[in-house]
């Protein structure tokens, strides 16, 4: 069996595909009502699934593998009667699909498997409570004839029961792997077949994967218990009160927690993993540590398979619309306080799992953003210093932080931001509902923007919990919150900046904001509606704004870590 294991990842959720954020259990139970659904259309079969309990639901007849993301293989949708998810690379190759919520515990997980063909040490599998790249639950059938419940950790396997099982290219096995406390079992087209209790992992994410073999998969379905007790309108996260309750309920709060120790945030600016909605990312850990030394091996290295570790240790040099394309489970690091890009920009696509700290990005031109993400979730973005000029006009650059298309589960900290026009872009346009509602989770803290004009940042749609920051010389305005938007603003100070905090204009649809302990510097916000998001939903400890000046300027950017 092969040790060299995987990569997890959130969802941004369409057509027939249906996600409850974490803790859904427990705040259903409490509410009676669903908690974090996301719709992004009427279909009656989504509907139907999650009025009858399902947390997550794909069948895979959009089209798309929107919400999954890979390590390894060649995975599309294909046709096979219906549409399926297939894993068509040969070899000796571990390839891995990985979707849902780091925060579900107890629940079912079932998929309609397919081999196609499978080598004698190989498999096709559906994982559970995957809590790392190489840690989860999995249920395999074997080339062997076998079908095995396996705890992976760490790469190492241990099998904890296992059958006989005739294995045939070409039949079609409905799997199951059910998740109670400490005891798991598995079942094969409905049959109860192995069983094995495991105190290794308590929640995470669900997955598919094949290890030399290809294989087909579909109609894949997650049930919790009381996951659902009404069944959700098309409408009920682009509500604002649905959008305030999916944010406090979808932090997978056991890792926040975690991560939020004393001693790593004694100074702020030391912390070794992220603290807020982006907590749990753990990028590249695990994987090989490559030495960058130019664009186009960073170029490569970052759109490879697998986890990776890169370093840079110079400034590389682009054309000005370079992009380095950024896929799962991948640090980028700057080794030194002189390392990053210029000419170039970073654009995390369609990935999960992505570490960018240490790193000095300037002078990519529009329509590059320095960093941006779409369709993509648990992103660290830490210790950048990021800027341009100010004596182009505001369309020669593009923004310097910008998260679009339902990208999720993101902490923006300790970067300096200067000297540009558009500074930090949450959601990319207004039409966007259907995609974005529900996600764009993002927490900001102990960023110094300074000479940014606007957009610090500019939010439609999204959740976003913004703490302990320094705003210096905005001449257009601050934190813009549009389009049913929530912000929980605190404790942050505003020095010469205009609207600190506001949430009309420029938008078809005002935002909602709450404000907390922030010094505006004798500004006064614009707020046309106070929000429902009033705490965030894991720990952190807030400075008190007198102290937010020097602590940020002093922590913020590059050299710091």
């Not at 009667?81 to 919520?101: C, M, N, Y």
């Not at 320094?470 to 100070?493: D, K």
Request: charge should be negative; glycine fraction near 10%.
């Amino acid at each position: 069996m092969n040790s060299a294991e995987e990569s997890a990842a959130k969802p941004s959720r369409r057509k027939r595909k249906v996600v409850l954020a974490s803790g859904m259990a427990a705040v259903v139970a409490g509410l009676g009502t669903v908690a974090g659904v996301s719709f992004a259309d009427t279909d009656d079969t989504a509907a139907t699934t999650a009025s009858s309990g399902a947390a997550f639901a794909d069948d895979f007849e959009d089209g798309d593998t929107a919400g999954w993301s890979k390590s390894g293989g060649a995975w599309s949708v294909a046709a096979d009667g219906s549409k399926v998810l297939k894993q068509a690379k040969t070899g000796a190759t571990l390839a891995r699909e990985f979707a849902g919520d780091t925060g579900w515990t107890d629940y079912s997980v079932q998929a309609k498997v397919e081999p196609l063909a499978v080598a004698a040490d190989g498999y096709a599998a559906i994982v559970a409570r995957a809590a790392s790249s190489t840690s989860f639950y999995r249920l395999a059938l074997t080339g062997a004839n076998k079908v095995q419940l396996q705890s992976v950790k760490s790469g190492a396997v241990t099998v904890l029961s296992e059958a006989a099982v005739t294995v045939s290219a070409g039949a079609s096995y409905t799997l199951g792997l059910n998740l109670t406390g400490n005891t798991l079992s598995g079942s094969v087209n409905g049959a109860a077949i192995v069983e094995g209790t495991a105190t290794a992992f308590g929640a995470g994410r669900i997955g598919l994967q094949t290890y030399d073999a290809t294989a087909e998969f579909d109609d894949v379905l997650v049930t919790t218990a009381g996951s659902a007790t009404t069944a959700p309108t098309a409408t009920a996260s682009a509500t604002p009160t649905a959008t305030a309750t999916a944010t406090a309920t979808a932090s997978p709060t056991a890792t926040a927690t975690a991560t939020a120790s004393p001693t790593a945030t004694s100074s702020g600016k030391f912390e070794t993993s992220p603290i807020g909605f982006g907590a749990g990312t753990t990028g590249g850990v695990g994987g090989e540590t490559v030495a960058i030394t130019s664009l186009d091996q960073l170029i490569t290295e970052a759109a490879s398979d697998g986890p990776k570790i890169l370093q840079l240790s110079s400034v590389l040099k682009g054309s000005g619309t370079d992009q380095v394309v950024v896929t799962s489970d991948k640090t980028i690091v700057g080794v030194g306080a002189n390392a990053g890009l210029t000419g170039a920009g970073i654009f995390v696509k369609k990935a999960s799992n992505v570490i960018i700290r240490n790193l000095k990005i300037s002078f990519a031109l529009a329509p590059v953003d320095l960093i941006a993400a779409q369709k993509s979730d648990h992103v660290w973005i830490d210790h950048n210093e990021l800027f341009n000029d100010t004596t182009h006009d505001k369309d020669f650059y593009d923004g310097m932080v910008d998260l679009t298309h339902a990208t999720d589960f993101v902490t923006v900290s300790w970067n300096f931001l200067h000297d540009h026009h558009k500074g930090s872009l949450i959601g990319h346009s207004d039409s966007n509902a259907a995609e974005d509602t529900g996600h764009l989770r993002i927490t900001y803290s102990h960023n110094w923007f300074d000479n940014v004009a606007s957009r610090l940042p500019r939010v439609r749609f999204g959740t976003v919990h913004l703490y302990d920051n320094l705003f210096t010389n905005a001449e257009t305005s601050g934190i813009h919150c549009l389009m049913n938007a929530q912000c929980l603003v605190q404790n942050n100070v505003f020095v010469n900046v205009k609207l600190p905090v506001w949430t009309t204009e420029d938008s078809d649809e005002d935002g909602f904001a709450v404000i907390s302990g922030n010094d505006f510097g004798g500004e006064a916000p614009v707020i046309t509606q106070t929000g429902t998001f009033t705490t965030a939903p894991y720990s952190v400890t807030l400075e008190p704004a007198s102290s937010v000046s020097a602590l940020v300027k002093a922590g913020a950017g590059t050299g710091k870590i």
